[in-house]
């Protein structure tokens, strides 16, 4: 039912910026709350952010408050997260998906992914 392409990954150095983005196809993307998550190897998928299927409420996890900001524009079927103050910590491959419910923070509440785009912050 929807299908999700990241972009927007890249080498940045610590304080520095990136805005990721996520193309989704498909008329029903309004109706899904969007996350993006993050993993390195090794590690468990970890909650970033999440807005809700009308973009008037959001959640970040602790290490991204002040720093993150994820948007939304249904009409052109796409989700950002604009990523400031970048630190070593925060790279990783960034994947947006798409729940089902809300508010959902875990990756079990997401249904659709993307494949990831790499972030790799240099100290």
């Known amino acids: 039912q929807v299908q999700l392409v990241e972009s927007g990954g890249g080498l940045v150095q610590a304080g520095g910026s990136l805005r990721l983005s996520c193309a989704a196809s498909?008329?029903?993307?309004?109706?899904?709350?969007m996350g993006w998550f993050r993993q390195v190897p090794g590690k468990e998928r970890e909650f970033v952010a999440a807005?809700?299927?009308?973009?008037?409420?959001?959640y970040y996890a602790e290490s991204a408050k002040g720093r993150f900001t994820i948007s939304r524009d249904n009409a052109k079927n796409t989700v950002h997260l604009q990523m400031n103050s970048l630190k070593p910590e925060d790279t990783a491959v960034y994947y947006c998906?798409?729940?089902?419910?809300?508010?959902?923070?875990?990756?079990?509440?997401?249904?659709?992914w993307g494949q990831g785009t790499q972030v790799t912050v240099s100290s």
């Open positions: 998906a798409a729940a089902l419910s809300w508010p959902s923070q875990k990756p079990t509440e997401y249904h659709y």
């Open positions: 498909g008329r029903t993307f309004s109706t899904y709350p």
């Open positions: 807005i809700s299927w009308s973009g008037g409420d959001s």
